[in-house]
Nanobody
């Protein structure tokens, strides 16, 4: 059974930092590209950061580029999102996403989300 379990969210003051983690199980993690999405109140869900299965390429939403860093540890089947210089616009539920191929078919998995609130 596939599981993606996010952790590390919480309440942080503007300018602060948080590190989100997503622990994966039930699939071959190293074969999957991983992403972080966020759902802000009243806004569409958007991709925040992406990392290829090899870890060689990363992409970021423009508003977080230079402040957020996505990384992965295949030995731990875990993807991370280091967030710095947080501002209230970063508030939302952050979801972990995995995309790969299984039995020649696309496979997409989602975590349950972790709340990040940036407020003074």
């Amino acid at each position: 059974q596939v599981h993606l379990v996010e952790s590390g969210g919480g309440l942080v003051q503007p300018g602060g930092s948080l590190r989100l983690s997503c622990a994966a199980s039930g699939f071959i993690f190293r074969n999957y590209a991983m992403s972080w999405y966020r759902q802000a109140p009243g806004k569409k869900c958007e991709m925040v950061a992406y990392i290829t299965s090899s870890g060689g390429t990363t992409e970021y939403l423009g508003s977080v580029s230079g402040r957020f860093t996505i990384s992965r540890d295949d030995a731990k089947s875990t993807v991370y999102l280091q967030m710095t210089s947080l501002n209230p616009e970063d508030t939302g539920v952050y979801y972990c996403n995995a995309v790969g191929i299984e039995r020649l078919r696309p496979a997409v998995y989602w975590g349950q989300g972790t709340q990040v609130t940036v407020s003074s």
